[in-house]
C-alpha cells in the first residue's frame, strides 16, 4: 500500500521533534492510560504509537512486543490522517495492511484514535486490537476519545517541562533577579507556572471523566487506575508551585496575603486533597480541634500548602497505620500562635535522615526510597512557616512514627485591626 502524507506534513513532523518523545525508546508514563485502553475496550492489545517520516514507533504497549513498524505498513499511519476514531474489520485488515505484523498473526479488528496537538497535529494514535471481529459500543469510542485527548495533554506537559529544563541559566536567574535594572522578574516564574498547570488541570478533568465513565460501564475495578492518575496530577501541580515558591522565597519575591482563614474549609480542603492517600495506604485519618479560634488572619493558600506537604509527608510514609492532627494554641516568645501537631505511626527516620531534612532538595543518597520529592516539599514548607512568622519543628523515631508541628501566628481579627 502506498504511503499517504498528511496535507500539513513537514509542519506535522516539526512539531512531532519539537516534543522529544521520539528519543525515548518506551515511555512508562503511558502504562497505566494503555492498560485502560485494553481493558475499557476488552481487547487483548492496546498501544500507544508516534508515527514519523518512515516508521511507526511504539511507546506503550498491553498485551504485545511490537517497537516499530514501517510506515506503509502501519494502521496508524492511515489513523493520523482523519480526525476521530478509524475502525478497520478483518476484510479491511486483509486488504490494506497485509504487511502488518498483527495481521499476518490473524488479528481481525483495530480500531484508533489519533492523538491530535491543541496546535492541530496528528503525532500519533491510541489503538486497540483483537484476533476476532467485534463492535465498540458508544462508550467504549467515547473512552479511546478522551484517552487519546489524555495523551495529548501529557505530550503538552513534556514539551513544557522539556522547554524549561533547557532554558539558560542566565535567563532563568534574570527572572529571579533583585536587579532593577533587570525587566523580567517573576512574570517569567508566573508564565512558567501557568504553562505547566494548563496541561496537568486538563489532564486531572480529563481523568475524572474517564473514572466516572468506568463506574458506568461497570468495570468499577478501573476507577483507582483513572484516580491514581488524578491524584498524580494533583501532587505535580503541588511540586511545581513548591520549586516556583521556593525560587520566590530566595529572591525575596513572594508576597504574603492576609486573609481570614477558617479552620473547617481549611480541613475539609485538607482531606480532600491527602484522603485518597490514606484510603490507598489503608490509613486512618483524625482532627482533633482544641482551640476557640477558628477563624484566623494569615495568607490562606501558603497554610494549606504548608499542611499539604506536611500530612501528605505522614501519610506517604505510614501504611496501616494513622494520621492525626491535633489544633491547639501555644504561648511562644509571649507571643500567641496556633498549633498543628501533625502525627504519624509510620516508618519514621533515622539521625542521619533527620539532619538532612529541611535541605532542598534532599540528596539523592539520603532520600526517602521512592519519594526524593519529601525533602524539597518539607524544606519549603519550613521556609514557608517561617515566612508568616511561624515554624516546623518535628521529632522522629524509626519504626515508631513522626510528630510534626506547624506553629503559625494567631491572630484574630480584633488584633489584626489593633496593629
Not at 511490537?66 to 478509524?86: F, G, H, N, W
Not at 496537538?117 to 462508550?139: K, M, P, Y
Request: negative net charge.
Amino acid at each position: 500500500m502506498r504511503t499517504q502524507y498528511p496535507i500539513n506534513e513537514a509542519q506535522r513532523l516539526a512539531a512531532l521533534q519539537s516534543y522529544g518523545l521520539l528519543a525515548r525508546p518506551y515511555i512508562h508514563e503511558f502504562d497505566e492510560l494503555v492498560r485502560l485502553a485494553a481493558l475499557f475496550c476488552a481487547t487483548p492489545i492496546a498501544i500507544i504509537s508516534l508515527i514519523d517520516h518512515k516508521y511507526q514507533y511504539v511507546k506503550a504497549a498491553f498485551g504485545s512486543q511490537l517497537k516499530t513498524i514501517p510506515r506503509k505498513y502501519s494502521c496508524c499511519a492511515q489513523t493520523i490522517l482523519e480526525r476521530d476514531l478509524v475502525v478497520y474489520d478483518q476484510a479491511s485488515l486483509a486488504r490494506k495492511f497485509g504487511h502488518h505484523p498483527l495481521v499476518q498473526q490473524g488479528f481481525q479488528f483495530y480500531a484508533g484514535m489519533p492523538i491530535i496537538t491543541q496546535q492541530g497535529f496528528a503525532l500519533g494514535c491510541i489503538a486497540v486490537i483483537d484476533h476476532q471481529e467485534r463492535q465498540l459500543s458508544a462508550q467504549q469510542r467515547e473512552s479511546l476519545q478522551l484517552i487519546a485527548r489524555q495523551l495529548s495533554h501529557q505530550f503538552e506537559l513534556f514539551r513544557q517541562v522539556q522547554q524549561l529544563t533547557t532554558l539558560p541559566h542566565d535567563v532563568f536567574q534574570s527572572s529571579l533577579t533583585n536587579d532593577p535594572q533587570v525587566p523580567s522578574k517573576t512574570p517569567l516564574l508566573a508564565k512558567m507556572s501557568q504553562q505547566l498547570h494548563k496541561p496537568i488541570q486538563a489532564i486531572m478533568t480529563d481523568s475524572q471523566l474517564l473514572a466516572e465513565q468506568l463506574l458506568e460501564a461497570g468495570v468499577g475495578e478501573l476507577e483507582p487506575t483513572a484516580q491514581h492518575i488524578q491524584e498524580t496530577s494533583t501532587q505535580l501541580l503541588a511540586l511545581i508551585d513548591d520549586m516556583i515558591d521556593l525560587a520566590k522565597i530566595e529572591h525575596g519575591q513572594l508576597a504574603v496575603h492576609t486573609e481570614e482563614v477558617c479552620l473547617g474549609p481549611l480541613i475539609d480542603q485538607l482531606n480532600v486533597i491527602v484522603g485518597p492517600l490514606m484510603v490507598r495506604n489503608h490509613n486512618s485519618f483524625h482532627v482533633q480541634i482544641a482551640t476557640r479560634h477558628c477563624v484566623f488572619w494569615s495568607d490562606n493558600r501558603l497554610v494549606r500548602q504548608i499542611l499539604v506537604n506536611v500530612v501528605g509527608n505522614a501519610a506517604k510514609f505510614t501504611h496501616d497505620g494513622s494520621v492525626r492532627i491535633e489544633v491547639t494554641e501555644e504561648i511562644r516568645n509571649e507571643q500567641p500562635f496556633l498549633v498543628f501537631h501533625v502525627l504519624d505511626t509510620g516508618i519514621g527516620m533515622t539521625l542521619e535522615q533527620q539532619a538532612l531534612l529541611f535541605q532542598e532538595p534532599l540528596p539523592a543518597s539520603k532520600s526517602f526510597s521512592n519519594h526524593p520529592s519529601t525533602g524539597l516539599s518539607l524544606a519549603i514548607s519550613k521556609r514557608l512557616a517561617l515566612l508568616l512568622g511561624g515554624d516546623i519543628t518535628f521529632s522522629s523515631n524509626p519504626g515508631i512514627g513522626s510528630h510534626f508541628t506547624v506553629y503559625l501566628p494567631l491572630k484574630v481579627s480584633a488584633e489584626l485591626h489593633q496593629a
